[in-house]
Nanobody
């Protein structure tokens, strides 16, 4: 199992930016693809972004393309989600997650992930 701890959430005005961080521990971080997902009140958890174990490949949901970047720093066992031009509809709890299997790509579904963080709240005011 891997332990994931998110940070960086908060309250921001529409058009603003936030960078979320996810620190991983407990297993070899570098061989697992990682992702970010979010869940708004009353809605199902949805896929936001994923990055391959090497960092060479990324995937972004259509709803965030052009505004969001996912990256990872293997030396720090950390994955990041840089969010720009935030909109009120981006308001949600954001979860970091690790692939259930090593060296797999692509990831597209919430069921691909085997370990989850506790989540960090992002609130975008209009």
């Amino acid at each position: 199992q891997v332990q994931l701890v998110e940070s960086g959430g908060g309250l921001v005005q529409a058009g603003g930016s936030l960078r979320l961080s996810c620190a991983a521990s407990g297993r070899t971080f570098s061989i697992y693809s990682m992702g970010w997902l979010r869940q708004a009140p009353g809605k199902e958890r949805e896929f936001v972004a994923a990055i391959s174990s090497s960092g060479a490949n990324t995937y972004l949901a259509d709803s965030v393309k052009g505004r969001v970047t996912i990256s990872r720093d293997t030396s720090k066992n950390t994955v990041y989600l840089q969010m720009n031009s935030l909109k009120p509809e981006d308001t949600a709890v954001y979860y970091c997650a690790a692939d259930a299997l090593a060296l797999r790509w692509p990831l597209r579904k919430t069921t691909d992930f085997g370990s989850w963080g506790q989540g960090t709240q992002v609130t975008v005011s209009s």
